[in-house]
T-cell receptor, first 114, second 111 residues
Framework: DVKVTQSSRYLVKRTGEKVFLECVQDMDHENMFWYRQDPGLGLRLIYF???????EKGDIPEGYSVSREKKERFSLILESASTNQTSMYLC?????????????FGDGTRLSIL | AQRVTQPEKLLSVFKGAPVELKCNYS??????LFWYVQYSRQRLQLLLRHISRESIKGFTADLNKGETSFHLKKPFAQEEDSAMYYC?????????????FGQGTELSVKP
């Protein structure tokens, strides 16, 4: 069974802080993703990575960066946290393949920026 | 532009009633479509995918390319079906497996 682990379930930080959200998967998946989940807006893709050291912007990358130094780990970084980044953050991974590969999600990190 | 629309934020039905969660997509190529579900306090998980033509927990979804829809249906809703449901689209040729999600529909099944 695929396991996607996010380092924190709940996190409270202050405006202006640099925040790191960590995600690890144990199934040797090539693809990894960071989303934020907000009521009424669904899931919005922040960044994704299809290989080590590779990254692509998603729909809402502003204010975020990512790091993928190892295949199993994908980090989301809030360079200078702001209150509008208070949200639920979901990490996901998937196997690269042409057909029908689903994404597997972590439990999420509920981040509050005060 | 690729887009997924779920027109209902909230759908409330009684136990035993039929349920249909609507999903429409905008994409000119060959899409892959998925339904994901998130039960209370659980992680988001795959419910079903169009290519498998499967029934999971009594739910089915048929891809209608003419109407660009992928509605999720169940003939008799159960209380345990109460959850948040997301429809998602993947570009067949998209490297990286990127999905586009709809806004989500909250299904509430009342006893």
């Amino acid at each position: 069974d695929v396991k996607v682990t996010q380092s924190s379930r709940y996190l409270v930080k202050r405006t202006g802080e640099k925040v790191f959200l960590e995600c690890v998967q144990d199934m040797d998946h090539e693809n990894m993703f960071w989303y934020r989940q907000d009521p009424g807006l669904g899931l919005r893709l922040i960044y994704f990575s299809y290989d080590v050291k590779m990254k692509e912007k998603g729909d809402i990358p502003e204010g975020y960066s990512v790091s993928r130094e190892k295949k199993e780990r994908f980090s989301l970084i809030l360079e200078s946290a702001s209150t509008n980044q208070t949200s639920m953050y979901l990490c996901a991974s998937s196997l690269e393949g042409r057909i029908n590969q689903p994404q597997h999600f972590g439990d999420g990190t509920r981040l509050s920026i005060l | 532009a690729q887009r997924v629309t779920q027109p209902e934020k909230l759908l409330s039905v009684f136990k035993g009633a039929p349920v249909e969660l609507k999903c429409n997509y905008s994409y000119s190529g060959s899409p892959e479509l998925f339904w994901y579900v998130q039960y209370s306090r659980q992680r988001l998980q795959l419910l079903l995918r169009h290519i498998s033509r499967e029934s999971i927990k009594g739910f089915t979804a048929d891809l209608n390319k003419g109407e660009t829809s992928f509605h999720l249906k169940k003939p008799f809703a159960q209380e345990e079906d109460s959850a948040m449901y997301y429809c998602a689209l993947k570009n067949f040729y998209n490297q990286g497996g990127k999905l586009i999600f709809g806004q989500g529909t909250e299904l509430s099944v009342k006893p």
